[in-house]
Structures are given as structure tokens and as C-alpha cells.
């Protein structure tokens, strides 16, 4: 029986490469007749507004996102960016490829294993399509719970999925939103992803200062399942 009884990952940064903008974001804005630069700027700044799920829907989301930029485009042109940002966002994630071995490793030991990410409207629609999806026994989005990392109910809304307790997982993530300290507030054990590429992850919220164990690559979880493999 392993020390963990399951695995619970972050979503982008730590499943996926390093994310950035890309191209595409720059094709929904002009959709909207919008800024780029506006575009984002109220994208940064209201970051949690939207992974919360507090704006409503994709399409009111983005809706508000143009209204704080001081646009109003018709809803033909706002449907079709809601379309263009989803693949905008799907266009950046690139799954690492340790992603899928690393989950049917875990699930081959009787690991279980789960997804907690911060997130908005587009992961959950996309993810069912990429190949770690049937490897995740659990996934908790916060668009759909309505609450952002580190609240623990996100952390406490996979468990409840798995049937077990926060003792019970250990955590991985990159560190945005302050997800390590959430994890372990809630009872689990934390590590930090650092790989190399993180470097230019856009990320936020960040811990800096975690003193927590860090791995250098996903692969390192499969070594964390002895029970002295990490530190309390």
C-alpha cells in the first residue's frame, strides 16, 4: 500500500508545458474590435473574477471583459470570439510529455489520481479531448465550484470525489495562486514543480518564498510515494 493513496495535480504549468499568450488571443480581441493591449489588461486584472465563474458564462464573461475596455461589439462578433478564445487557449496547452505516463504509472501502483485548477470556461470543455482525461479519477475546476485557489473547498472537492481524506494525497503544482500553502492548509502534503521551462510561465499569484520540497521534473512524483520520500 502506498504512503499516498492519491495524486493530485495542477492543470497548467504542471500537466502542461509553460503557458503563454499566443497568437490567437491577438485574433479575438480584433473580433471585438478591441485593443490588444485593452484586451489583456482586463484580462490580467480580472484573472480570479472570471476562474471564479463570477461573470457568468463564457459568453457573458467575455461580454464584461470588453465592457471594461470600453467596447461593445455585437453578438454575432461576440460569439464568434468566444469560439476564437477557446482555441486560443487550447492552442496554448501543450501537454508535458511525462504527463500521461507519469498518471497511467500512478494508476498501475492503485494510485489514485486528480486535477484541482484554477481555470476558466475553456478547460473544462476542451479537456475531455486530451489524453490525460481518462487517466484523472478526479477533477475540480474552479469555474465550476466558484472558488479560487487556495480556498481549501477546492482541495476538500477532490477528495469528496475520491472518498478519501487531505491526508491521504499529496499535492502538485507550480505554485501560482498560492496553491501550495492551499494544499497544505487543507491537510495534504505539497511539492513544487520547478522544471525549467516554468521560467516563462505566466502565472499568478505566485509563491516565491514556498519552503516546501520542489521537484525539477514530473517524472519525480513516482519517487514520492515511499513514505520517506518527503519531507512532513
Known sequence: MPFFQAVLFDFFGTLTRSVRRGAGHRSTAELL????????EVLDG????RASGRLGDAEATLRWVCAQAGVHPPEGALRA??????RA?????????????????????????????????????FLPR?????????RVFSVLLGRCKPDPALYLAACRQLGLTP??????GDGGSQELTGARRAGMTAVRLAAPDLAEHMV??????????????????????DPIAVPA
Not at 474590435?33 to 489583456?40: S, Y
Not at 470570439?81 to 477557446?86: D, K, Q
Not at 514556498?210 to 514530473?218: A, C, E, M, Q, T
Request: aromatic fraction near 6%; charged fraction near 20%; charge should be negative.
Open 130 to 138: 486530451l489524453a490525460v482525461a481518462p487517466l484523472l479519477d478526479a
Open 204 to 225: 499568478f499569484n505566485a509563491e516565491p518564498a514556498w519552503d516546501g520540497p520542489v521537484l525539477r521534473s514530473l517524472s519525480e512524483v513516482l519517487g514520492l510515494l
Open 81 to 86: 470570439a468566444v469560439a476564437a478564445r477557446h
Open 167 to 172: 491526508a491521504d494525497c499529496l499535492y502538485v
Open 89 to 125: 487557449i487550447r492552442a496554448d496547452t501543450r501537454l508535458r510529455d511525462e504527463a500521461v505516463p507519469v498518471l497511467t504509472a500512478l494508476r498501475r501502483r492503485g494510485v489514485r489520481t486528480g486535477l484541482v485548477s484554477d481555470c476558466t470556461h475553456e478547460l473544462p470543455a
Open 46 to 49: 480580472s484573472y480570479y473574477q
Open 33 to 40: 474590435g478591441c485593443p490588444v493591449d485593452a484586451f489583456i
